[in-house]
């Protein structure tokens, strides 16, 4: 179905009542002689890592014993190749970009994906007029070569279809996306609506509607928490901790909005307009799981994403769930 960027979802409600929550190989010590944690977003501060900010004010990364940094990222991959390389403690990573960087050797693990719905669509101005797949016929769409929704694009094409030849696809620098479309250089873009569409709004002052592909049969999870996997292997019980503490900030977010808003308009640096982050954030709470903790996830989520990578993405050798995602960590009273 079609999506605005404002819609505020029903089953925000469902993620309230689901919560039963209460560098790895770092050895500094902060105030109080908590653990020196860093974790590395994916991108620069927007709305979806409010949580992460409202934990950090709310005192349950202290809690856990660890003295929390939270550093800007440049892109999934470039935050994986961070873990991978002990740069970085965790980071928060979009799973299909985890998928392929464990298949090239990296040693990294997913400790769950919290966006279960994927947020990967096609966005638009709503004076377009595009209400399904089949509108898309005719239209220029930019889209980043090398990324998910690139790869899939096609595929979800014709899964709802529409030839590939139907479609003119411009490629498009992921950084130079949302300008192209403010432009009118293209008719559409490839991306994550729960960032982009509020950006894309508060920019031109024109309303922005969505196609989710998760809403017309291809969904591919999201971003979540990553480690190195000899972290896990020499620090378990920090691993732990630290999910403890992310998915309580998760969930109690949920329950505040306002208050992770104002904590990472507080906290962060660089972040977007307090208007534009209480968009994003509004827009993300649907995507996560209704049923159980954040970041909670089941095999056939994993299982689902490895095989649209295998045969969409140029996902070699695919293995099975356990090669990418541990889910020991997430799955914690």
């Not at 016929?137 to 709802?160: Q, R, S």
């Not at 130079?176 to 950006?199: C, N, R, S, Y």
Request: proline share 6%.
């Amino acid at each position: 179905m079609k999506r605005t960027a404002t819609t505020i979802l029903a089953t925000v409600a469902l993620l309230l009542a689901a919560t039963g929550c209460g560098g790895g190989d770092s050895s500094d010590t902060g105030a109080g002689g908590n653990k020196e944690v860093t974790l590395t977003l994916n991108w620069v501060p927007y709305g979806e890592h409010a949580p992460f900010y409202y934990g950090l004010q709310k005192g349950y990364y202290t809690a856990e014993g660890i003295d929390l940094k939270i550093l800007p990222g440049n892109g999934s991959g470039n935050t994986i190749k961070q873990v991978a390389q002990k740069q970085t403690d965790f980071g928060w990573a979009d799973s299909p970009v985890l998928l392929k960087s464990v298949a090239t050797g990296m040693p990294v693990r997913s400790l769950g994906a919290y966006l279960e719905k994927g947020p990967s669509s096609v966005e638009f101005f709503t004076e377009e007029n595009i209400k399904t797949p089949a509108d898309l016929k005719g239209k220029t769409v930019g889209g980043t070569p090398g990324d998910a929704l690139y790869a899939t694009f096609p595929a979800w094409l014709e899964k709802n279809g529409v030839k590939q030849s139907d479609v003119k696809v411009v490629n498009v620098d992921a950084a130079g996306k949302i300008a192209a479309l403010a432009e009118g250089k293209v008719d559409a873009i490839m991306g994550f609506f729960h960032d982009q569409a509020p950006t894309i709004e508060n920019r031109t002052s024109k309303k922005v509607d969505v196609l989710l592909f998760a809403d017309y049969g291809m969904n591919l999870l999201g971003t979540g928490l990553i480690a190195n996997t000899q972290t896990l292997q020499k620090d378990p019980e920090l691993a732990r901790k630290f999910v403890r503490a992310t998915q309580k900030s998760w969930a109690d977010a949920a329950r505040d909005p306002a208050g992770a808003v104002s904590a990472m308009s507080a906290l962060a640096e660089n972040e977007p307009p307090a208007e534009v982050l209480t968009k994003q954030l509004t827009l993300v709470l649907p995507l996560i799981g209704a049923e159980g903790p954040p970041g909670v996830n089941t095999e056939a989520q994993w299982t689902e994403t490895i095989d649209l990578m295998s045969r969409y993405a140029e996902l070699k050798d695919p293995g099975a769930p356990n090669a990418y995602w541990d889910a020991s960590y997430a799955a914690q009273g």
